[in-house]
């Protein structure tokens, strides 16, 4: 668990923390993962986008847990899941923290919720684990070139600023509050959909030691991300795909996306941007009590 100085500065009403443990032998990387846990029923997994955490489903959770039992997990290294020196942010590296909560907690007829880069492990972790999981809703898949340098002018310079030789990782230290609200409000249609008190956690969690690496690791991650697309035509669960309207993602990113789950159900969320659990948490909620 985090330490006193590191706690979370949201709470989610009905929530509780708690921590899985790195598997013994010769998973020498992996570092103790953290997992917000609410409700009852059948279990629901929200998987985050990149630079984000847990709680990032802080305005979601309370609006299905009164019908799941929803596990909201901090990916490797991010929120407050271990840092681990060395280790890897790749899509497989992020699939098998997604894996080791489905497995070491021991669970059946999931259903995976993924936003952006969880959207994409939600598909592939569908893929290695069919016994395991019920259905997946996919929401803004972030595995297409550009990503979050497609928001805006300054998301693209400081993208490009933290990937770069030499200077990536000092860059990859400084977050500016201005910058960090400007950049991930390219990503909402509805721009007060960003709370401070949100920004200022996730500033919180940018200053542990050793998140700067994570942060430049998971943009370097990206065409692990495309290249797991190839994994879709593996998923047998089935599966809804779900757009902002203004999503980073072109409508020949989405087309493309269909065709390799041509059996997917696709709803487009009007005047909605990438976070749509931000910004419009009734749409997942609605769509989640339709499939229970």
């Known amino acids: 668990m985090p330490g006193h100085e590191s706690r979370p500065t949201i709470h989610i009403p009905g929530t509780t923390s708690h921590t899985i443990a790195p598997r013994a032998g010769r998973h020498s990387r992996e570092g103790t993962l953290r997992y917000l846990k609410a409700g009852t029923g059948a279990p629901v997994v929200l998987l985050h986008t990149v630079r984000t955490q847990a709680e990032h489903f802080r305005h979601l959770i309370p609006l299905i847990?009164?019908?799941?039992?929803?596990?909201?997990?901090?990916?490797?290294?991010?929120?407050?899941s271990e840092i681990v020196p060395?280790?890897?942010?790749?899509?497989?590296?992020?699939?098998?923290?997604?894996?080791?909560?489905?497995?070491?907690?021991?669970?059946?007829d999931v259903t995976l919720v993924g936003e952006s880069m969880g959207a994409v492990l939600a598909l592939t972790t569908a893929a290695d684990l069919p016994e395991r999981v019920r259905r997946i809703v996919s929401v803004n898949t972030y595995d297409f070139p550009g990503g979050i340098a497609r928001s805006s002018l300054l998301?693209?310079?400081?993208?490009?600023?933290?990937?770069?030789?030499?200077?990536?990782?000092?860059?990859?230290?400084?977050?500016?509050?201005?910058?960090?609200?400007?950049?991930?409000?390219?990503?909402?249609?509805?721009?007060?959909?960003?709370?401070?008190?949100?920004?200022?956690?996730?500033?919180?969690?940018?200053?542990?030691?050793?998140?700067?690496?994570?942060?430049?690791g998971v943009y370097q991650a990206l065409p692990s991300l495309i290249a797991a697309r190839s994994r879709y035509a593996e998923v047998k669960a089935p599966v809804h795909l779900v757009y902002g309207e203004n999503d980073w993602s072109r409508p020949s990113d989405r087309e493309a996306n269909k065709e390799l789950l041509p059996a997917a159900d696709f709803t487009q969320v009007p005047?909605?941007?990438?976070?749509?659990a931000l910004e419009r948490p009734d749409v997942l909620a609605d769509l989640l009590t339709a499939l229970a």
């Open 65 to 80: 847990s009164h019908q799941y039992t929803v596990y909201a997990l901090d990916l490797p290294g991010m929120g407050y």
């Open 86 to 108: 060395g280790a890897s942010y790749d899509e497989p590296a992020m699939r098998t923290g997604v894996e080791r909560l489905l497995t070491e907690l021991d669970l059946h």
């Open 155 to 216: 998301a693209r310079v400081v993208v490009t600023g933290v990937l770069a030789p030499g200077v990536g990782p000092v860059i990859a230290r400084v977050e500016p509050k201005p910058a960090l609200s400007k950049i991930l409000q390219g990503g909402l249609g509805d721009k007060s959909a960003l709370r401070e008190d949100y920004i200022d956690e996730l500033l919180q969690v940018g200053g542990r030691p050793g998140y700067p690496t994570v942060a430049r």
């Open 271 to 276: 005047k909605a941007g990438h976070f749509i």
